[in-house]
């Protein structure tokens, strides 16, 4: 590599690594310290990552959940290195492959200050830093999609050999995270984007083949693994229960079609956020004002940007050259195709199954961008993919019918590919206004700086809460409670693997004392459990809290808010 052609290129990369792995360490100095307690799922994947590495641990049901980060995590408990920091660890590694490979995708269209703010500002926003060192499988799954389309890109503008590599990383994010399926249907449109799709794909149909060829046999291989282990694929359920039917969209309490809409200047920047929490936030017109979450600075700043960039992007598609060409014909049949299709794709969503919508968006989408894609406008298959891109997660999660603000967390590329796409028009505008050049160096590294204080000030000097911004009584020592009641009994009982044991929280438990432990924190309070556990011949019971458990159970140990109850006369 030529040093002198590349200096900005390793400046941007070098400053960007040396940032987040500052954020991801600070992070990290949090969540060790406090541990896994508040977000269940990671127990899931704590006790799967045991299970990959030899242990019977964890409930049955839960294994065949997305195995890829379980399975990196067990390569380390299989070293020895056992513990929920591992997954910590492990999960945010890809935060700082995140921030890379939105850099690369970037760098495809822009310069290397605006390639570098943007991977900037998706590496801070609020829900992203939220989620970092939380051990959970969103950071992960952006992270595979991010580069699988950037190498999907490639492959269509440098070269096809890169299909080797995009196919068979979008199956591993697919086995990272399910919902990166959503990005198959957006490699698989580039092939339409083409001038002549079906000549392209004569002319490179080896390589196609060979991705795909080398996407199959990665598939393949979690498939024999699954087999071969004796576990479902759990986490396709997922899948078929939302795009299978359309019950997913009755139920009431989530159905909040608007839900991400609202919330989207949350997602941006907030003045009330922290590592632990972001509370949703929504604009009410009828009272004028935000409830939950507000937004700051950066978030009105950044929307200003979007919505100053749309206008100008608009201008430059509708100028008279490109009306011209829109009036042809064909392009006006194109048109009809893409509005009769937003209708009907309108009309019919959540009244169909998501696979169903998800193909009409595409159909309609498609015609749309056949109709303009001779136009004058640089790189518009590019804004193209990224529209793709939006609209197809942003309809699968709003068909979702649980509303969580992590969802959003794989629109967010897209948001930041349309900000920086906005900063660009700008400065155009502007190119006439006097040290023009030097304002498109020093406004992004301005925006850059706003951004990381922002951060600092709102994110990294709070106190952790729950994920509900209340501050829980003994949040900072919840997980190390648990811990030390896990350790003592298996201290004060080595025979405690022959044992029965229930739990409240039986898949934290599970994993702390490496065996199967089943959860019955929704019936522990019942006034008949001590009899039900009488009648399972249950020797311990770990209770989150204090429990109003009788004879013949007694309190034996407590460590903070757990309690360990024993059946009296155990020998």
Known sequence: MN???HKRDIIAISSLLAIVIAITLLLLNIDLKVGVYYVRDVFFYLNNALFYSGYDTGLANTRGLSPLI?????????????SDGTIIIVSSVFYIFSALGMYFLLRLRFDEILSFTGSM??????????????GMLDIPGLCLSI????????AFRKNTKYFYIAFPLVIFGFFTRFTVFLMIPVLLIQFFLVEKPIEYIKTNIKDIIIGMGLGAVVLAIFIGIYQYLNIGMFFLSQGEDISGSTHAVIDMTYNNLFYYINNFMIYLGTSNFIPYSLKPGAFVIAKMQWIGGYPSIVSYILIAVLIIGLILYLKK????????????????LKIGIFVLGLVIFLATFIKVSIILSIIIASISLLALYRA???????????DFIMIYWFVINFAFFTYHHIKVDRYFIPMLPVVVYFIILSLTLIFDKLKSVKYMDKIKVIAPIALICLILISSGIYALGNSPHTFDNQMHPNFKTAASEEKAVGEWLMNHDPQYLNKTIWADRGGDMSFIMKMQIPSYEKTSNETNFTDEMVKNKVDYFIAKDNKTINEPYIKIYQNGEVNLYSYKNLK
């Open 147 to 154: 580069w699988s389309v950037y190498f999907m890109i490639l």
């Open 372 to 382: 303009l894609y001779k136009t004058d406008m640089d790189y518009f298959s590019f």
């Open 317 to 332: 598609l509708f100028s008279q050259n490109n009306i011209e060409i829109m009036k042809k014909r064909k392009n006006i």
């Open 121 to 134: 500002l998706l590496s801070t926003f609020p829900l992203i830093v939220v989620w970092v060192t939380k």
């Open 70 to 82: 379980p399975m990196i995590t067990s390569i380390f408990f299989r070293m020895g290195i056992i």
């Open 3 to 5: 040093f002198h052609e």
